[in-house]
């Protein structure tokens, strides 16, 4: 669970990096990433590797984040909270 929080995180940074211009800022989550998913690549659901090792990153980011739901529905890091 944390390394798919980790992944997200970076995933989000990379986002907002784009939404901004940022190209360095792009960069760097960039190569978080990879690193990320070469190094714990055997950790990862054999979808969510498959997903970064493509470059699918909003794939990855919408993968990640039904696991998280699926996981803690209603917590934070799931995006939504129970009403």
């Known amino acids: 669970m944390?390394?798919?929080v980790t992944l997200?995180?970076?995933l989000d940074a990379?986002?907002?990096a784009a939404a901004n211009g940022d190209g360095e800022g792009m960069t760097?989550?960039?190569?978080?990433?990879?690193?990320?998913?070469?190094?714990e690549g055997?950790?990862?659901p054999?979808?969510?590797a498959h997903f970064l090792e493509r470059r699918s990153y909003e794939k990855a980011r919408a993968f990640i984040e039904e696991e998280l739901e699926n996981e803690n529905p209603g917590s934070p890091e799931s995006g939504r909270r129970e009403s």
Do not use: V
């Open 42 to 44: 055997d950790r990862l």
């Open 46 to 48: 054999p979808r969510l």
């Open 14 to 16: 990379m986002r907002e």
């Open 2 to 4: 944390d390394l798919l």
């Open 28 to 39: 760097a989550s960039l190569l978080r990433l990879d690193e990320r998913a070469r190094r």
């Open 8 to 10: 997200k995180r970076d």
